[in-house]
């Protein structure tokens, strides 16, 4: 294991690489940092201004200019300068504005190149500035993760990682085990003593609490991961009720095929869209009934695998052929087979335009919200959307908006949250201080691999090669 600082191969090296899109467009930006960023920079730009000297230059400051290729003209450019440490990378740092010619962005990058840099690998700007001290390492993630973002949601999550959001809690909980350690170490130091400088009884509600904190950031993946990826709604329901006509109303194109032929969806199909600034991942399933076809009776069984992974059940079913009770009996059964007691279950009513008459006190029987729809004439699908939003809006606001949404983070804290567990057992078996301290510390480490004050080569190298290139 190794600390961030001493951690990153080529680092006296000064970096260059095209930071955006690929392709041809109006402009295009190529990036420069390390030590000689701006004496390389110096070598090919010339300023509209006489006698500029970009080394004097003050930094956050942007300068009109063109590039040459000795006496070559290559693009006229804007360039912005940084300064170290106040920079993205924590370097001196120049960003290249050029026209979006795929020739031009080539050339100057082969200039760069040239004249003394080198090409970046994947994400080796963010992992410069996670080194240089700009960033720890769930914000650095972050980064690739706001790149990644294609919802308000998806975006709001990766803001507040990326502005420290829960890695300010990891670290204070992280300080307090490190007092309590230390105090435990000096313990040792008096063994022969029999002296106690760490107070059991504060460290026990100390774990307590800590626990607590941890428990609620492990809850909070459930919220955060479904936010990034997309919350994921299964549409179920006996065969024919209209589930494929729901999901092509949902998604405004026939995307399922629709027939009236019962168990034609045989397996599951999903798609994507973004209400109200929240994504949503909906899977039609085949319709649920006992089948003797083989190939049916595999697709029923991968739509309760669906049930049971989805946030959301859209719970399908025609209202004229329907009973209260049979409605009743299928949520009872579902809540009975996957009780996960986050899993919201809305009841919808199709095909209201065959209806003669609304069932007498129907929403009086069913202890959920029920919709009635038509699917085939797009009515009161808005209805649906609404019930999704706030359904999602208020489970995150019940989460206090502190969400864990990464993987990485997620196990480290379950990791984190078992030493706990332990320190406290051997805290009430009054185990020696020196296998105490050894369980604080294992806790205290896993807390560290979360904002990368300790961590691995390996998870350095997995974490940072998923970045684009200019990142």
Known sequence: MTTKK?????????ICAIASPAGTGAVAMIRLSGKDALSIIQKIFKSSKKDFIIEKAASHTVHFGH???GDELIDEVLLSIYKAPNSYTGEDSVEITCHGSYFIQKKILELLVDHGARTAN?????????????????????VAELIASNSASSHKVAIQQMRGGYSKKIKALREQLLDFASLIELELDFSE??????????????????????????????????LKNGIPVAITGKPNVGKSTLLNAIL?????????IPGTTRDSIEDTIVIDGISFRFIDTAGLRKSQDTIEAFGIERTYETIEKASVVLFLFDVNETTVNEVVDAINEFKARFPDQDKKYIIIANKIDLMIEVPHGFKNYVD??????????KENIQSIFESLVKSAKTK?????????????HYEAMKLCLQSVNEIEKGIQKHISPEWLVSDVKQAIYYLAQITGDVTSEDILDSIFSRFCIGK
């Open 396 to 408: 995150g606001e019940e989460e206090n908006n502190i969400l864990v949404s990464n993987i990485r």
């Open 67 to 69: 590039i040459y290729s």
């Open 252 to 260: 405004n194109e026939e995307r399922a095929i629709v027939s009236e």
């Open 6 to 14: 001493a951690r990153l191969g080529g680092s006296e090296d000064t």
């Open 122 to 142: 994947p994400g080796e700007f963010t992992m410069r500035a996670f080194v240089n001290g700009k960033m720890d390492l769930s914000q650095a993630e972050a």
């Open 368 to 377: 959920h919200e029920t919709i009635f729809i038509s699917a085939k004439r």
């Open 193 to 226: 003593e029999d002296v106690e400088f760490a107070n059991r009884a504060k460290l026990l509600a100390l774990l307590e609490n800590i626990k607590k904190e941890i428990d609620i950031l492990i809850r909070s993946f459930s919220l955060g991961n479904v």
